[in-house]
């Protein structure tokens, strides 16, 4: 199987016009805090910490990768960069597991 390219693997892209929203297979609830999903598609479970739980919670297509980082930022003592670059390991991982998509706008 040829290996794949991730979309956002290229770090200068204009976040404001990517849009992550959750697979329709995968459900998910909140404990304590921190997430576990369910991939319903695959019989995977995935647990998210809080961080990790924060972003999954707002790929629901209505907020770009740029409002999301925004987001990160408010929230958690991490500089733009490193939230940036973080959030877009995060949605790549999300991709790759069939967790989400992401659309460009």
């Known amino acids: ?6 979309v956002l693997t290229e770090h200068k892209v204009d976040l404001s016009h990517i849009f992550p929203k959750q697979n329709e297979d995968v459900h998910s609830t909140v404990l304590d805090g921190e ?5 319903l598609s695959t019989g995977r479970y995935y647990s998210l910490n809080a ?3 924060m972003v999954w919670e ?5 907020l770009s990768l740029a409002a999301i ?8 003592d991490v ?10 390991d995060l949605i790549d991982q999300f991709r790759q597991e069939g967790l989400l998509h992401t659309e460009r706008r």
């Open 35 to 39: 997430s576990v999903l369910l991939n």
């Open 51 to 53: 961080v990790g739980s």
């Open 58 to 62: 707002q790929c629901v297509g209505a």
């Open 69 to 76: 980082c925004s987001t990160i930022c408010d929230r958690f």
């Open 1 to 6: 199987m040829p290996a794949m390219t991730p």
């Open 79 to 88: 500089t733009s960069q490193d939230a940036q670059s973080d959030l877009l």
